[in-house]
């Protein structure tokens, strides 16, 4: 029976750290920490329970099934299970957040050099995603590739942007912001909430399993554990990151006082900490991030749509890539005013997902508590995502007297109450059925 070296495992745990550390996680905890101030534990503590630990257990839903989405959405039926996939693929990957990522590395790492026109977009995005087709056309090769190489690269740059954080403190930690002052912990969880890496798990889950299976392991239970064992690795190496870019926002209200987000907010500390190398320094972090990123959604895209398609993998992934490539030179702006509404509206849907997932054995049977939990949950999904999109007038008025409305949260007591009935009608009729329509 073939298992994996110990090296090998922490080159998967590696891989999977890359894959979820894109520049929005990057970007985030400055924010919390410049605004949360003294508070900053609290809030740290709320953010790594939604920007960590949900994705740890949707790797943990998803190794549980066997690794993909497919798998996780059967108890829905054969047809609303593939369109949710598709839908959640075609989000997370070639329409919108796989060429996000490359514009958010071209405005972050290159833009401060080159400008932002066109032309210098157009070329970034070209090596870019050039880049990204190398390495995502052998599946079989990111572990090697990515978690025994470009991983270290990232890894030591975070140590250095980390290491001053914690070492050289641009000042003492600020004062607490209105926001946080009554309930960080809850603001810090919302803040996580945001980072949407649930979403990203989700297809993540197909790659992780696939490298596994490429390194030869073919036992259904060593898969689950190796797949679970590098989320825990990601796990704790993203919570080490995020914490001390916390603390990084919390000791610099001094120099990035009036900062708006994240990314003034990074360049103000390095320029103050390293001057002119310190621009270099978040380049190169931003970029692999961002690129890493690129490559685990690209791979997942053309691993689940190569078995839905006759197409091979390697012609899917092509055709995303230049897709992409179209859609990042639609610019930032452009892509995050269509984006958000999306993936926030697709965000619920994918927590109650993996929470319904993992308490699978509660279930007699699976389809009479998924399909009316998340119908429910689709509904109110389509509420959040027409606010994010600025149509509030579409929403019903009484939405937003639900609990937790204005944070965005308002579907949680509808679907707490659909989950309580639909558990009870469960249990009433008893006797679990063997095949899932």
Same mark, same amino acid.
């Given at each position: 029976?073939?298992?994996?070296?110990?090296?090998?495992?922490?080159?998967?745990?590696?891989?999977?750290?890359?894959?979820?550390?894109?520049?929005?996680?990057?970007?985030?905890?400055?924010?919390?920490?410049?605004?949360?101030?003294?508070?900053?534990?609290?809030?740290?503590?709320?953010?790594?329970?939604?920007?960590?630990?949900?994705?740890?257990?949707?790797?943990?839903?998803?190794?549980?099934?066997?690794?993909?989405?497919?798998?996780?959405?059967?108890?829905?039926?054969?047809?609303?299970?593939?369109?949710?996939?598709?839908?959640?693929?075609?989000?997370?990957?070639?329409?919108?957040?796989?060429?996000?990522?490359?514009?958010?590395?071209?405005?972050?790492?290159?833009?401060?050099?080159?400008?932002?026109?066109?032309?210098?977009?157009?070329?970034?995005?070209?090596?870019?995603?050039?880049?990204?087709?190398?390495?995502?056309?052998?599946?079989?090769?990111?572990?090697?590739?990515?978690?025994?190489?470009?991983?270290?690269?990232?890894?030591?740059?975070?140590?250095?942007?980390?290491?001053?954080?914690?070492?050289?403190?641009?000042?003492?930690?600020?004062?607490?912001?209105?926001?946080?002052?009554?309930?960080?912990?809850?603001?810090?969880?919302?803040?996580?909430?945001?980072?949407?890496?649930?979403?990203?798990?989700?297809?993540?889950?197909?790659?992780?399993?696939?490298?596994?299976?490429?390194?030869?392991?073919?036992?259904?239970?060593?898969?689950?554990?190796?797949?679970?064992?590098?989320?825990?690795?990601?796990?704790?190496?993203?919570?080490?990151?995020?914490?001390?870019?916390?603390?990084?926002?919390?000791?610099?209200?001094?120099?990035?006082?009036?900062?708006?987000?994240?990314?003034?907010?990074?360049?103000?500390?390095?320029?103050?900490?390293?001057?002119?190398?310190?621009?270099?320094?978040?380049?190169?972090?931003?970029?692999?991030?961002?690129?890493?990123?690129?490559?685990?959604?690209?791979?997942?895209?053309?691993?689940?749509?190569?078995?839905?398609?006759?197409?091979?993998?390697?012609?899917?992934?092509?055709?995303?890539?230049?897709?992409?490539?179209?859609?990042?030179?639609?610019?930032?702006?452009?892509?995050?005013?269509?984006?958000?509404?999306? %993936?926030?509206? @697709?965000? &619920?849907? =994918?927590?109650? #997902?993996?929470?319904?997932?993992?308490? /699978? *054995? $509660?279930?007699?049977? !699976?389809?009479?508590?998924?399909?009316?939990?998340?119908?429910?949950?689709?509904?109110?999904?389509?509420?959040?995502?027409?606010?994010?999109?600025?149509?509030?007038?579409?929403?019903?008025?009484?939405?937003?007297?639900?609990?937790?409305?204005?944070?965005? %949260?308002?579907? @949680?007591? &509808?679907? =707490?109450?659909? #989950?309580?009935?639909?558990?009870?009608? /469960? *249990? $009433?009729?008893?006797? !679990?059925?063997?095949?899932?329509?």
């Amino acid at each position: 029976m073939q298992r994996l070296t110990r090296s090998d495992l922490l080159a998967l745990g590696f891989m999977t750290f890359a894959l979820f550390l894109g520049a929005g996680n990057i970007i985030f905890p400055p924010s919390v920490g410049l605004a949360a101030g003294e508070q900053v534990w609290l809030a740290a503590a709320g953010f790594l329970l939604t920007g960590v630990g949900l994705p740890l257990l949707t790797v943990v839903a998803l190794a549980r099934v066997g690794g993909g989405l497919p798998r996780l959405t059967a108890p829905l039926g054969v047809k609303a299970g593939g369109l949710f996939a598709i839908v959640v693929y075609l989000a997370i990957g070639p329409l919108f957040a796989t060429p996000r990522t490359a514009v958010v590395a071209f405005e972050m790492g290159m833009a401060p050099f080159s400008g932002s026109s066109d032309l210098a977009l157009g070329l970034y995005t070209l090596v870019y995603f050039a880049a990204v087709l190398f390495l995502s056309l052998n599946p079989g090769q990111l572990v090697d590739r990515i978690g025994k190489w470009i991983t270290p690269v990232l890894l030591s740059a975070l140590l250095v942007l980390g290491g001053a954080a914690l070492l050289v403190p641009a000042g003492a930690i600020g004062t607490t912001t209105p926001a946080y002052q009554s309930a960080p912990l809850v603001q810090g969880f919302l803040q996580g909430y945001l980072t949407m890496d649930t979403l990203g798990a989700l297809v993540f889950g197909i790659v992780i399993a696939t490298a596994i299976r490429d390194r030869g392991v073919s036992n259904e239970a060593l898969i689950t554990r190796y797949a679970v064992s590098a989320g825990m690795i990601a796990a704790v190496g993203l919570s080490l990151v995020y914490l001390a870019l916390f603390y990084l926002g919390a000791t610099s209200q001094g120099i990035a006082g009036e900062a708006q987000n994240g990314v003034q907010i990074l360049s103000n500390y390095v320029q103050h900490t390293f001057g002119a190398a310190g621009s270099v320094l978040l380049a190169v972090v931003i970029t692999l991030a961002c690129l890493t990123t690129a490559v685990g959604l690209l791979t997942a895209c053309g691993e689940f749509f190569s078995k839905l398609l006759p197409l091979s993998y390697r012609t899917v992934v092509i055709a995303l890539g230049v897709f992409s490539l179209l859609v990042a030179n639609q610019g930032l702006t452009q892509l995050i005013s269509v984006s958000v509404p999306v %993936l926030v509206g @697709l965000y &619920p849907l =994918a927590i109650v #997902l993996v929470a319904l997932s993992l308490a /699978d *054995r $509660l279930w007699c049977q !699976p389809s009479r508590v998924f399909v009316p939990v998340m119908a429910v949950t689709l509904v109110f999904g389509l509420f959040d995502g027409l606010n994010a999109a600025g149509l509030k007038s579409w929403v019903p008025a009484a939405c937003s007297h639900l609990p937790l409305a204005a944070e965005g %949260l308002g579907w @949680l007591l &509808p679907v =707490a109450l659909t #989950l309580l009935l639909a558990a009870a009608f /469960d *249990r $009433l009729r008893g006797t !679990p059925q063997l095949q899932v329509e």
